[in-house]
T-cell receptor
Framework: EAGVTQSPTHLIKTRGQQATLRCSPISGHTSVYWYQQALGLGLQFLLWYDEGEERNRGNFPPRFSGRQFPNYSSELNVNALELEDSALYLC??????????FGPGTRLTVL | AQKVTQAQTEISVVEKEDVTLDCVYETRDTTYYLFWYKQPPSGELVFLIRRNSFDEQNEISGRYSWNFQKSTSSFNFTITASQVVDSAVYFCALSGQSGGSYIPTFGRGTSLIVHP
């Protein structure tokens, strides 16, 4: 069974640009979570999508947004990129209250 | 509010030593779940274990064992006879059901370095 996949693996952008990160959950999982892991920091919760709806968001500005598609895959968009947005972005999927399974992450570098 | 504390920022051991990673949590939920994840240098978090609040039995999986004690709100993780491949950052996490949200709260992680 395929695990959670994320693309791209690496992404390099400049300040002010927009970044789009993609995630495909494990087959059958309806929940997708996005986390930001900046260097030396723990996992900061960004967004939770379930059944196509945004269910919760962390303490991040509105320029962090996303969506979940009918096939449960998800997209994270970061607008007006800032240097401090440089981080590893992790996507996870789960069945509601079950354990989350993580993808390999997208490393975003903002120059 | 939920909180997970991993007081050990970094632990350094020599191969074959036993090592225990501490995890202390706070929650008002009566039903909750505790997790441990491993993050090797590659970056992907690997799920290790899930334990619900009604099951205080300790668990052993090969060289890994977990000690869950509700009385002290702790869920500690022990690696027996550590190996270099165990070098990683380990995260403890807590998920309750407050408000129907299943967002886990992660600790800040403990970096384990196993020297040959």
């Amino acid at each position: 069974e395929a695990g959670v996949t994320q693309s791209p693996t690496h992404l390099i952008k400049t300040r002010g640009q927009q970044a789009t990160l993609r995630c495909s959950p494990i087959s059958g999982h309806t929940s997708v979570y996005w986390y930001q892991q900046a260097l030396g920091l723990g996992l900061q919760f960004l967004l939770w999508y379930d059944e196509g709806e945004e269910r919760n968001r962390g303490n991040f500005p509105p320029r962090f947004s996303g969506r979940q598609f009918p096939n449960y895959s998800s997209e994270l968009n970061v607008n007006a990129l800032e240097l401090e947005d440089s981080a590893l972005y992790l996507c996870a999927s789960s069945l509601r209250d079950r354990e989350q399974f993580f993808g390999p992450g997208t490393r975003l570098t903002v120059l | 509010a939920q909180k997970v504390t991993q007081a050990q920022t970094e632990i350094s051991v020599v191969e074959k030593e036993d090592v225990t990673l501490d995890c202390v949590y706070e929650t008002r939920d009566t039903t909750y779940y505790l997790f441990w994840y491993k993050q090797p240098p590659s970056g992907e978090l690997v799920f290790l274990i899930r334990r619900n609040s009604f099951d205080e039995q300790n668990e052993i999986s090969g060289r890994y064992s977990w000690n869950f004690q509700k009385s002290t709100s702790s869920f500690n993780f022990t690696i027996t006879a550590s190996q270099v491949v165990d070098s990683a950052v380990y995260f403890c996490a807590l998920s309750g059901q407050s408000g129907g949200s299943y967002i886990p709260t992660f600790g800040r992680g403990t970096s384990l370095i196993v020297h040959p």
